[in-house]
């Protein structure tokens, strides 16, 4: 499966790929800016509470965070504390995040949904670059198509 460059000007800012797809480097790197790059472990995101201490300590969220959805989204539409202009979020095994709470699961993939479109909306300023966050969602090959039509959903 030929995976498309990761750092487009065009949707979609999350994406899901198999774990086991072969990506060139220059396809994954951004072609200029600095970059962050948090991933997170998706089997441990069973509950919330593991989503959140996923985010908390791949993310270094701040130590104000409130642990709970509002919360996060507030944090991922920030990321003031960690100074670049690329954000890149890798969930492995994603497709068993949440599993048993549809409820959460939904309002997870929305937040991160809403930040990337958060940041692609940001204007420009002159004096800055342009901030792009993208996601991208790992999951087992076969269960890639199912989770992709899961996430249209949203």
Excluded at 38 to 61: C, I, K, P, W
Excluded at 95 to 106: I, K
Aim: charged fraction near 25%; glycine fraction near 4%; include cysteine.
């Amino acid at each position: 499966m030929k995976i498309s460059p990761l750092w487009t000007d065009s949707p979609p800012w999350v994406r899901v790929i198999p774990a086991d797809a072969n990506i060139s480097i220059v396809d994954a790197l951004p072609s200029t800016g600095s970059a962050f790059t948090a991933r997170m472990q998706g089997l441990e995101m069973s509950d919330a509470d593991g989503v959140f201490t996923q985010f908390y300590e791949n993310l270094h969220l701040p130590s104000y965070f409130g642990w709970n959805w509002d919360a996060l989204r507030d944090c991922v539409e920030d990321l003031s504390w960690i100074s670049v202009t690329r954000y890149q979020l890798i969930i492995d095994d994603a497709d068993s995040v949440l599993t048993g709470s549809p409820d959460e699961r939904r309002t997870l993939f929305r937040v991160l949904s809403g930040a990337a479109e958060y940041w692609e909306k940001k204007p420009d300023f002159a004096e800055k670059m342009k901030v792009t966050f993208r996601v991208l969602l790992l999951c087992r090959p076969e269960a890639c198509t199912e989770f992709r039509k899961e996430l249209a959903r949203f």
